[in-house]
């Protein structure tokens, strides 16, 4: 009966050690798209579109998230720069990086971090007319300045696995930006699948 008990724990143990080494140090490649809640200059409620891809380097009880999205509004959106020019756009990119605390090796696995973003709105344009050259190159100039910026990320996620895939969600909220085409903070919410492709750890050996 001792020897049974033993060996039945012995057999959980290495279960449960099993689960956890399935998705811990491990290198992930993955998918998502998803929607972005902002407001426009004018305060009305706008979406977007986003769809990308990213990279999730597993530790123990952490990860590291690298990633990179396509954004599409749905409509030309409207800005304004300091001096009233009219600006629009409809499209945009993100790249971001972010560390994740994974507590648990359940198959449901709940993740909450964060990180930091870089937002570039790719095709916004200056609207005339303009009364001379230099007031249009101007315009260009600061376009060119205020469709770039970094904030800060704070993320929410679930994320459920089954061998080496995982199915997960995300939520993400971005503050309000200065000097940016869009003033409002940001939110998004996305949803994708990754697959654990190889291992992020590799044991040392020695030999005598």
Same mark, same amino acid.
């Given at each position: 009966?001792?020897?049974?008990? =033993?060996?039945?724990?012995?057999?959980?143990?290495?279960?449960?050690?099993?689960?956890?080494?399935?998705?811990?140090?491990?290198?992930?490649?993955?998918?998502?798209?998803?929607?972005?809640?902002?407001?426009?200059?004018?305060?009305?409620?706008?979406?977007?579109?986003?769809?990308?891809?990213?990279?999730?380097?597993?530790?123990?009880?952490?990860?590291?998230?690298?990633?990179?999205?396509?954004?599409?509004?749905?409509?030309?959106?409207?800005?304004?720069?300091?001096?009233?020019?009219?600006?629009?756009?409809?499209?945009?990119?993100?790249?971001?990086?972010?560390?994740?605390?994974?507590?648990?090796?359940?198959?449901?696995?709940?993740?909450?971090?964060?990180?930091?973003?870089?937002?570039?709105?790719?095709?916004?344009? =200056?609207?005339?007319?303009?009364?001379?050259?230099?007031?249009?190159?101007?315009?260009?100039?600061?376009?060119?300045?205020?469709?770039?910026?970094?904030?800060?990320?704070?993320?929410?996620?679930?994320?459920?696995?089954?061998?080496?895939?995982?199915?997960?969600?995300?939520?993400?909220?971005?503050? =309000?930006?200065?000097?940016?085409?869009?003033?409002?903070?940001?939110?998004?919410?996305?949803?994708?699948?990754?697959?654990?492709?190889?291992?992020?750890?590799?044991?040392?050996?020695?030999?005598?």
């Amino acid at each position: 009966n001792v020897l049974f008990a =033993a060996a039945l724990v012995a057999t959980c143990t290495s279960a449960a050690t099993a689960q956890a080494d399935a998705w811990q140090r491990k290198w992930y490649w993955g998918g998502q798209g998803g929607i972005v809640f902002f407001q426009d200059a004018n305060g009305a409620n706008q979406t977007a579109s986003q769809f990308g891809g990213h990279w999730l380097i597993t530790g123990k009880r952490s990860a590291l998230f690298i990633g990179v999205d396509q954004i599409n509004f749905s409509n030309p959106t409207q800005a304004f720069l300091s001096d009233g020019t009219e600006v629009d756009f409809s499209s945009g990119r993100r790249l971001e990086a972010g560390l994740y605390a994974i507590p648990s090796d359940n198959k449901l696995q709940i993740m909450l971090g964060g990180g930091f973003a870089i937002n570039q709105i790719t095709d916004a344009q =200056a609207l005339g007319p303009f009364a001379t050259t230099q007031a249009q190159l101007t315009a260009s100039d600061a376009v060119d300045n205020f469709s770039t910026k970094a904030s800060a990320v704070l993320a929410a996620g679930l994320q459920l696995r089954f061998g080496n895939w995982a199915l997960f969600g995300h939520y993400e909220y971005m503050p =309000a930006a200065k000097d940016f085409l869009i003033t409002s903070g940001m939110q998004s919410l996305t949803f994708g699948l990754r697959l654990a492709v190889s291992s992020a750890h590799e044991d040392v050996t020695t030999g005598n």
